[in-house]
Nanobody, 120 residues
């Protein structure tokens, strides 16, 4: 079982930056893919970025060049550096992970979510 706890959300103005963190804990041998998804009001949850244990990354087109995902495997922690934020980035951001190698499939474990609000 894996527990994920996010931190770092908040309210910022357009053009500003935020950094999200997500720490994994629980009973597992190792964490494989870790990622971030987001869900805006009235919309489906969507992929933001994912990173493999080896550091290979995948980003949504809407955030490429502005967001950077990274991880610290020793701390079982994933980060999302969000720069040049736009109002359309407003959403609840969820951490996602798995302790099995499932390729690029969505991980089985979710954090509780952290709100990111970008004002214009």
């Amino acid at each position: 079982q894996v527990q994920l706890v996010e931190s770092g959300g908040g309210l910022v103005q357009a053009g500003e930056s935020l950094r999200l963190s997500c720490a994994a804990s629980g009973s597992f041998f190792s964490i494989n893919n870790m990622g971030w998804y987001r869900q805006a009001p009235g919309k489906q949850r969507e992929l933001v970025a994912v990173i493999t244990v080896g550091g290979i990354t995948n980003y949504a087109d809407s955030v490429k060049g502005r967001f950077t995902i990274s991880r610290d495997n020793a701390k079982n922690t994933v980060y999302l550096q969000m720069n040049s934020l736009k109002p359309e980035d407003t959403a609840v951001y969820y951490c996602n992970a798995d302790d099995e190698n499932r390729g690029w499939k969505v991980g089985r474990y979710w954090g509780q979510g952290t709100q990111v609000t970008v004002s214009s």
